[in-house]
C-alpha cells in the first residue's frame, strides 16, 4: 500500500511538474482520489443491500459503477487525470440514473444529487472554466430528465421492498450528508490556508519594502558619498603631480611623495571598505570553525609598520568553552574594523594606551569584548555610530563605514552589538555571535 501510495506520488507530481499551482493540484487531485475511493465504496454497499433484497438488477448497476471508480483511480496513477475525472463522472452519473429508475424516488437516491454539484466544484480548479460548464449542464440534464420521467424513465419493475426503500434513503442521507460535509470542510480549510499564505506574503512583501526603502536610501547616500570620497583623494593626488613636475627641490619632492602615500592609503582604504559592504552583501554566509587567537593576531600584525602601534598595549584572552564555528571571512571583517578603529582613535599622549580584546566561548555562541582607552565617543553622538558614513571625529580621516560595515554583516551572522564609552576616557564594544553550526541544527 506503502509503495502504491509513492508511486501514486511520483505520477502526480510528474503530471504538474513546471505548474505554478502544481501543488494545489496534486492537494486536488489526492482529494479527487478519496471521493473516487469513497463513492466505489458506497457502490459496493449499495450492492450488498440490492442483492440482499433480491434487487439484482440494481445491484449489479452499483458493481458496475464501483469498477468505474477503481478505474479511474489506476488512471489518475497512468498521469491522465482530467480523462479520469470526466470518466468517473459520466459513468457514475449514468449509474446512478439506472439504479434511481429501477427503485424509483421513494428510495430517496435524489439526495445524492448535493455530493454530485459539490464534487464538480472540488473535482476542478477555478481556471478549468469548460469542464465545469460542461459537468454542470450535464449534471442540470441529468435532473431534469429524471424528475421529468418521475425516476422510471426505463420502464424497470421495481422490485424492491419497502425495507429497502427506507433502508437506501438513510444510507442516501448519510452519504449526501457526509460529503456535503467533506466538501465544506475541504473548501473552509483550503480557504484558510490561502488566506494565511496570503498574510505571510504580505507581511514578507512589507519586510522586504521597508528594507528595500532603507536600500534605497543608503544606496543614494552611499554613491553621492562614495563618490565625494573617492574623487577627492584623486584630486589631491593630481595636484601633487602636476606640482611635482616642476619643482626642483628634492627634500620638497620627498614630502610631496609622502602626502600622494597618505591619499593613495585613504583611497586604499575607502575601497576596501566597500569591497567589504560588497562581500557581505553578496557572499554567502559559511560555517567553519573559527581559531580567534590566530584571527585576532593576523589583524594585529597587519598593523605592526603603522606609526606609534608598538606603544599600544595589546591584551587578549581567550576562554574556551566549546568548538565554535563561523564565517570567518564576515568575523575577520567585524574584528578588523573594531580593531583598526581602536588603533586610529589610540591616544599616544596616556602613559598605558591600552587594546583589550576578551572572548569568551561558549557551545552556542561566543561573546566578544574589544576595549580602548583611546579617545572615546561623546554621548550625543553613540545613538548614531552604525549609521553609513559618520564620523564621530572629524579629525580622523576614516571613510565613516566600519562601524556600519560591523553592524550589517553582524546582522548576516544573526549577532548583536552593544557600545558604551566615555569621552576622552575608554570605548568599549560588547558582541553577541550565534555558534552556527548549532543554529543550523536547531533549524
Known amino acids: 500500500m506503502h509503495k502504491q501510495f509513492r508511486k501514486l506520488l511520483y505520477s502526480l507530481r510528474k503530471h504538474f511538474a513546471g505548474s505554478e499551482s502544481a501543488r494545489d493540484e496534486i492537494k486536488r487531485a489526492f482529494l479527487a482520489i478519496n471521493i473516487i475511493l469513497f463513492a466505489g465504496a458506497s457502490a459496493l454497499a449499495f450492492s450488498f443491500l440490492d442483492f440482499m433484497f433480491t434487487n439484482c438488477g440494481g445491484g449489479f448497476v452499483d458493481l458496475l459503477f464501483a469498477t468505474a471508480m477503481f478505474i479511474g483511480i489506476l488512471m489518475i496513477m497512468k498521469g491522465y487525470i482530467n480523462a479520469a475525472k470526466i470518466l468517473t463522472f459520466i459513468i457514475g452519473l449514468l449509474c446512478f440514473m439506472i439504479n434511481s429508475s429501477s427503485e424509483g424516488r421513494l428510495a430517496g437516491n435524489q439526495c445524492l444529487w448535493f455530493p454530485f454539484i459539490c464534487s464538480i466544484f472540488i473535482f476542478y480548479s477555478i481556471s478549468q472554466k469548460m469542464q465545469i460548464i460542461f459537468s454542470i449542464a450535464l449534471l442540470l440534464t441529468a435532473i431534469i430528465f429524471m424528475e421529468y420521467t418521475d425516476y422510471s424513465f426505463l420502464g424497470l419493475n421495481n422490485k424492491a421492498t419497502e425495507n429497502l426503500y427506507r433502508i437506501n434513503s438513510y444510507v442516501c442521507m448519510s452519504i449526501s450528508l457526509f460529503l456535503v460535509f467533506v466538501y465544506f470542510y475541504y473548501m473552509m480549510k483550503t480557504n484558510q490556508q490561502t488566506e494565511d499564505k496570503l498574510k505571510r506574503i504580505n507581511s514578507a512583501l ?103 602601534f608598538n606603544k599600544i598595549e595589546r591584551k587578549v584572552n581567550i576562554e574556551r568553552n566549546g568548538v565554535f564555528f563561523s564565517d570567518v571571512r564576515r568575523l575577520n571583517i567585524i574584528m578588523n574594523n573594531l580593531i583598526s578603529n581602536s588603533i586610529r582613535y589610540a591616544d599616544i599622549g596616556k602613559p598605558n594606551p591600552y587594546i583589550d580584546v576578551q572572548i569568551t566561548i561558549y557551545p552556542t555562541h561566543a561573546f566578544i569584548h574589544v576595549k580602548d582607552n583611546g579617545q572615546g565617543i561623546k554621548e550625543e553622538h553613540i545613538k ?10 572629524e579629525r580622523n580621516t576614516g571613510s565613516g563605514l566600519g562601524l556600519y560595515i560591523v553592524k550589517e554583516t553582524l546582522e548576516k551572522l544573526k549577532g548583536s552589538v552593544e557600545m558604551s564609552s566615555e569621552y576622552m576616557n575608554w570605548t568599549e564594544f560588547q558582541l553577541m555571535v550565534p555558534n552556527m553550526k548549532v543554529c543550523m541544527q536547531l533549524e
Not at 562614495?226 to 606640482?243: C, K, M, N, Q
Not at 548614531?384 to 571625529?393: D, E, G, S
Open 206 to 308: 512589507n519586510i522586504s519594502n521597508q528594507n528595500l526603502k532603507k536600500t534605497n536610501s543608503e544606496l543614494d547616500s552611499f554613491v553621492y558619498k562614495a563618490s565625494h570620497d573617492l574623487r577627492s583623494p584623486l584630486v589631491s593626488l593630481l595636484g601633487l603631480i602636476e606640482i611635482s613636475k616642476n619643482e626642483k627641490d628634492f627634500d620638497k619632492v620627498k614630502q610631496y611623495l609622502l602626502l600622494k602615500e597618505r591619499s593613495v592609503k585613504k583611497l586604499d582604504a575607502l575601497i576596501l571598505d566597500i569591497l567589504d559592504l560588497s562581500k557581505n552583501a553578496r557572499l554567502p554566509v559559511e560555517a567553519t570553525k573559527i581559531d580567534f587567537e590566530l584571527l585576532i593576531n593576523e589583524i594585529f600584525n597587519n598593523y605592526n609598520y603603522l606609526e606609534d
Open 384 to 393: 548614531k555610530i552604525y549609521n553609513m558614513y559618520f564620523r564621530a571625529n
